[in-house]
Each structure stands twice: as structure tokens, then as C-alpha cells.
């Protein structure tokens, strides 16, 4: 079945940068499927930051993470990485990776989230 | 970016209750909405999407209805595990954007 694995937990310091991982199983990464990252602050809801093609690398960010955020995907190893730098506080949140269609865009199927912890 | 407005934000229930949430999109998006569920501590999880296509191994007794602009999630009888958060989103295209969500509370 389709499986969507993330890297763990990671605590950094304002100003620096993290990467977060999803490993994709159970069908062919390099299809017909998008990768997104969504993030997730506490009790808050969740958050669109941006999705990648896994075919050619193509991504298209969310206006407020241009310029901070970089999805990235190895195809030898079906993995997408999300990295975000110039963290703040305001970055703590669950991270999640998800899959769609190229269409419908509809997520279906969700990575267990990774947490970033962002201290000053 | 398209807008989704969710109501209410919260709102109390008594098992055996139909409970009926609303997302209003800010331009018209067909029929690309989807409905998730969360739990605490958990992942989303997908009920509906294409506005009204129930996910495989979820109850029927959640629906979703709507098109264009207002798209509706229905929990024709609330059971005791569906007291958790709720939240459309759309995905008519680059920003998906998610409703604020809907908290469904025993009362």
C-alpha cells in the first residue's frame, strides 16, 4: 500500500535551517503523483506550503514560503526533502508530506509528520 | 489565492445528532473540495473528495454535497469517534488553500 515516511523530530535555533524528509512507497514515485508539504502549528490548522513534481523537479511554492523553503526529490531512493531556512519561532509546527493526483489535486494519502521545534 | 470560508468554528452535538458543516470558496472551484477529519495527535485523514465521493472504508454516514462556491460535509448520525476536528480543502489548483476548520464537541 501507498506509504509516505518521514524523517523525525528536530529542535533548531532561530536563524538556522532544517530539512525534513518523506520517503514515498507501495507505487511508482516518478508517475502520475505530486508530492505537497503542508505544516501544521499548534492548534492551528493546517497550512498548503508547496508541492513538487517528482517526474522533472518542477516545483511551485506557496507565496508566503518563496524564497525560504526548497523541495528537492531524489528518484534513486523515491524521496522528496523539504528544506526551510531562516526558521523563527512562528516555524515550530508538524510538517507533513502528501500525495496527489496531478489531477484531481486532492490529497490522499499523508506522510506521519515531522515536528520542528524552533527556539530562541 | 481562493479563500474558504468554514462555519461554525465549533459547535456542541449529542450522539444520534446530524450535524452539517459549511465551506464557501471565495471564486467558484466545480466540484474540488475534499473533507478531512482529525483527531488529536493524528494525521488528517480524507472523507470526501470531489465535493461528494465518499474515501474508501469511511461510514456512510458522512456525505458532502455543493458545488461552485458552497460545499457542505453531513454527519447524518455523530457517533461517539467522530468528535474531532474537520477542515475542507480546496484544490481547484496552486495555492490548495484549507478552510479554518470545525471543532465538533460533545455536549
Known amino acids: 500500500q501507498v506509504q509516505l515516511v518521514q524523517s523525525g523530530a528536530e529542535v533548531k535555533k532561530a536563524g538556522a535551517s532544517v530539512t525534513v524528509s518523506c520517503k514515498a512507497s507501495g507505487y511508482a514515485f516518478t508517475s502520475t503523483y505530486y508530492i505537497h508539504w503542508v505544516r501544521q502549528a499548534p492548534g492551528q490548522g493546517p497550512e498548503w506550503m508547496g508541492v513538487?513534481?517528482?517526474?522533472?523537479?518542477?516545483?511551485n511554492y506557496a507565496q508566503k514560503f518563496k524564497g525560504r523553503a526548497t523541495m528537492t526529490r531524489d528518484t534513486s531512493t523515491s524521496t522528496v526533502y523539504l528544506e526551510l531556512s531562516s526558521l523563527r519561532s512562528e516555524d515550530t509546527a508538524l510538517y507533513y508530506c502528501?500525495?496527489?493526483?496531478?489531477?484531481?489535486?486532492?490529497?490522499?494519502?499523508w506522510g506521519q509528520g515531522s515536528l520542528v521545534t524552533v527556539s530562541s | 489565492d481562493i479563500q474558504m470560508t468554514q462555519s461554525p468554528s465549533a459547535m456542541s452535538a449529542s450522539v444520534g445528532d446530524r450535524v452539517t458543516i459549511t465551506c464557501r470558496a471565495s471564486?467558484?472551484?466545480?466540484?474540488?473540495v475534499a473533507w478531512f477529519q482529525q483527531k488529536p495527535g493524528k494525521v488528517p485523514q480524507r472523507l470526501i473528495y470531489?465535493?461528494?465521493s465518499l474515501q474508501s472504508g469511511v461510514p456512510s454516514r458522512f456525505s458532502g454535497s455543493g458545488s461552485g462556491t458552497e460545499f457542505t460535509l453531513t454527519i447524518s448520525s455523530l457517533q461517539p469517534e467522530d468528535f474531532a476536528t474537520y477542515y475542507c480543502l480546496q484544490h481547484n489548483g496552486f495555492p490548495l488553500t484549507f478552510g479554518q476548520g470545525t471543532k465538533v464537541e460533545i455536549k
Open positions: 513538487l513534481d517528482p517526474r522533472d523537479g518542477t516545483t
Open positions: 471564486r467558484a472551484i466545480n466540484n474540488n
Open positions: 502528501a500525495r496527489s493526483q496531478l489531477w484531481p489535486l486532492s490529497l490522499d494519502s
Open positions: 470531489g465535493a461528494s
